[in-house]
T-cell receptor, first 113, second 112 residues
Framework: DSGVTQTPKHLITATGQRVTLRCSPRSGDLSVYWYQQSLDQGLQFLIHYYNGEERAKGNILERFSAQQFPDLHSELNLSSLELGDSALYFC????????????FGPGTRLLVL | GQQVMQIPQYQHVQEGEDFTTYCNSSTTLSNIQWYKQRPGGHPVFLIQLVKSGEVKKQKRLTFQFGEAKKNSSLHITATQTTDVGTYFCAGKYGGSQGNLIFGKGTKLSVKP
């Protein structure tokens, strides 16, 4: 158990819909990262928040957005969903941006039908 | 953009054989990290290499960081069925402000 929690574990929805994925970082971690992992693909970095502020954007679509709240939990919002958005979405946390490791949550498996 | 290339994509070995996966970057890395993802699981941190030419060992696993800090390798000696999973390298560029760029991973299967 990494100490990072993600909800829900599974999500099935239809094309065109909007969903929200939630992540709670490890206690004391200020940084939250979101990744997308498609079947047989690596981890695609989406976005990074540090202490409530956006720090970096990766390959995140305009239909996707995220935020980090004062209690440091983060939400990833996916809208106008397409079949290709079906994937595992991981969040990871670290103490702060730097040279240290990232701790991954169990992931949310999204299936868009 | 910055990319970390990882090979091979798949590796099938007989239990007891050795295994190596390689990562390469076209530009210098600040550090490189290695993660393991078991089937159905999430990535779990294994190790971080920071210094040029660094070599670290964890039991049967040996991690190396190249002299130019552009490549790295993970070698497993005498694989066991518990080694099954996907091994990812993740390179960091740009010092403390950089983000991790993950390789596509090497999926290891071990035949008993």
């Amino acid at each position: 158990d990494s100490g990072v929690t993600q909800t829900p574990k599974h999500l099935i929805t239809a094309t065109g819909q909007r969903v929200t994925l939630r992540c709670s970082p490890r206690s004391g971690d200020l940084s939250v990262y979101w990744y997308q992992q498609s079947l047989d693909q690596g981890l695609q970095f989406l976005i990074h928040y540090y202490n409530g502020e956006e720090r970096a954007k990766g390959n995140i679509l305009e239909r996707f957005s995220a935020q980090q709240f004062p209690d440091l939990h983060s939400e990833l919002n996916l809208s106008s969903l397409e079949l290709g958005d079906s994937a595992l979405y991981f969040c990871a946390s670290s103490v702060e941006p730097g040279l240290e490791t990232q701790y991954f949550g169990p992931g949310t498996r999204l299936l868009v039908l | 953009g910055q990319q970390v290339m990882q090979i091979p994509q798949y590796q099938h070995v007989q239990e007891g054989e050795d295994f190596t996966t390689y990562c390469n970057s076209s530009t210098t890395l600040s550090n490189i990290q290695w993660y393991k993802q078991r089937p159905g699981g999430h990535p779990v941190f294994l190790i971080q290499l920071v210094k040029s030419g660094e070599v670290k060992k964890q039991k049967r696993l040996t991690f190396q960081f190249g002299e130019a800090k552009k490549n790295s390798s993970l070698h497993i000696t005498a694989t066991q069925t518990t080694d099954v999973g996907t091994y990812f390298c993740a390179g960091k560029y740009g010092g403390s402000q950089g983000n991790l760029i993950f390789g596509k991973g090497t999926k290891l299967s071990v035949k008993p």
